[in-house]
Nanobody, 125 residues
Framework: VQLQASGGGLVQAGGSLRLSCAAS????????MGWYRQAPGKERELVALIITEGSTKYAEAVEGRFTISRTKGEKTGYLQMNSLKLEDTGVYFC????????????????????WGKGTQVTVSS
């Protein structure tokens, strides 16, 4: 299983970016998918999370500006980031809790956590 994150870049404050997270390989289903970020000198923090049923969770700092989405059954999720601020700068990591086909066939229904390589988001003034 691999997670491929894309969509990062340089944007001016107030602008928008859309991140994508694509899962590939031995994927049966995705229980949860989300984004974490890490700013220089800071710990990695949760940005947004979406679970299979469509429920979402956001960090207070991005509530109302960011939207996470993933169509049930699809292997790609998105993070739409609007009204970006300087403090949104950081490396954004895609995360997913995935049940593999091989595990499901063997009767194991608990997912495993996977992480993608980070994508840099830089917001300038």
């Amino acid at each position: 299983v691999q997670l491929q994150a894309s969509g990062g870049g340089l944007v001016q404050a107030g602008g928008s970016l859309r991140l994508s997270c694509a899962a590939s390989g031995d994927v049966f289903s995705i229980n949860r998918m989300g984004w974490y970020r890490q700013a220089p000198g800071k710990e990695r923090e949760l940005v947004a999370l979406i679970i299979t049923e469509g429920s979402t969770k956001y960090a207070e700092a991005v509530e109302g500006r960011f939207t996470i989405s993933r169509t049930k059954g699809e292997k790609t999720g998105y993070l739409q980031m609007n009204s970006l601020k300087l403090e949104d700068t950081g490396v954004y990591f895609c995360y997913a809790d995935i049940i593999r086909n091989s595990d499901y066939d063997a009767g194991y229904y608990d997912g495993m956590e996977y992480w993608g390589k980070g994508t840099q988001v830089t917001v300038s003034s």
